[in-house]
């Protein structure tokens, strides 16, 4: 069974911190591109950030480059995201999803597992 979980999830202050986890199982981890995804309430699915299988490619999207950074640890089946310098508009759901190919990095329909969401909440 095919298992992607995030944690690290919770209430910061503008300015804060804090490092999201995503832990996988059942398929094999270190093959798929992995990518971290938001919804904030209201909204729809915003792509946030991509790491190729190995970790020597990133990627990430406007809203928060130079604040977050992506990484991945294969042989322990994790990824990170480390959100630094969070304003109240990072406020959402972040999902972890894995992808066939960088190239679909941006099209969030077109990944192939995702897991249940962990809460970010940030304080004005």
């Known amino acids: 069974e095919v298992q992607l979980v995030e944690s690290g999830g919770g209430l910061v202050q503008t300015g804060g911190s804090l490092v999201l986890s995503c832990a996988a199982s059942?398929?094999?981890?270190?093959?798929?591109?992995m990518n971290w995804v938001r919804q904030a309430p209201g909204k729809g699915l915003e792509w946030v950030s991509t790491?190729?299988?190995?970790?020597?490619?990133?990627d990430y999207g406007n809203s928060v480059k130079g604040r977050f950074t992506v990484s991945r640890h294969d042989a322990k089946n994790t990824m990170y995201l480390q959100m630094n310098s969070l304003k109240p508009e990072d406020t959402a759901v972040y999902y972890c999803a894995a992808a066939q190919a960088m190239a679909l990095r941006r099209h969030v329909y077109e990944y192939d597992y995702w897991g249940q969401g962990t809460q970010v909440t940030v304080s004005s």
């Open positions: 059942g398929f094999t981890f270190s093959s798929y591109v």
């Open positions: 790491i190729n299988p190995g970790g020597s490619t990133t």
